[in-house]
């Protein structure tokens, strides 16, 4: 089992920054591919961005490229998302999820990851 912790969300004006944090614990994170999702009222959950095992690759929706930027800390067994220049269309329930892959392997089909956490709220105000 792993298990993931979001936080680092709020309240922010348009073209302001965000750092979320997953923080998690149980099976060895190294081993496993991570990634954020997110999630409006109503809508379904999306793929935001993703990184291999030790942080080598990634991968970003189109509608984040440029803005947000993914990456993990093995030894603090952390995930990050920087978030950049945000849009009130950003808003949403963020989600990070672990998945077993290749160490090279960057996940990005939601139905792949295994664990996931509570999510945290990112709204953005105009």
């Known amino acids: 089992q792993v298990q993931l912790v979001e936080s680092g969300g709020g309240l922010v004006q348009a073209g302001g920054s965000l750092r979320l944090s997953c923080a998690t614990s149980g099976r060895t994170f190294g081993n496993y591919a991570m990634g954020w999702f997110r999630q409006a009222p109503g809508k379904e959950r999306k793929f935001v961005a993703a990184v291999n095992w030790i942080g080598t690759a990634t991968s970003y929706a189109d509608f984040v490229k440029g803005r947000f930027t993914i990456s993990r800390d093995n030894a603090k067994t952390t995930l990050y998302l920087q978030m950049n220049s945000l849009k009130p269309e950003d808003t949403a329930l963020y989600y990070c999820?672990?998945?077993?892959?290749?160490?090279?392997?960057?996940?990005?089909?939601?139905?792949?990851?295994?664990?996931w956490g509570q999510g945290t709220q990112v709204t953005v105000s105009s």
């Open positions: 999820a672990a998945g077993q892959t290749s160490p090279a392997g960057v996940l990005t089909a939601t139905r792949v990851y295994e664990y």
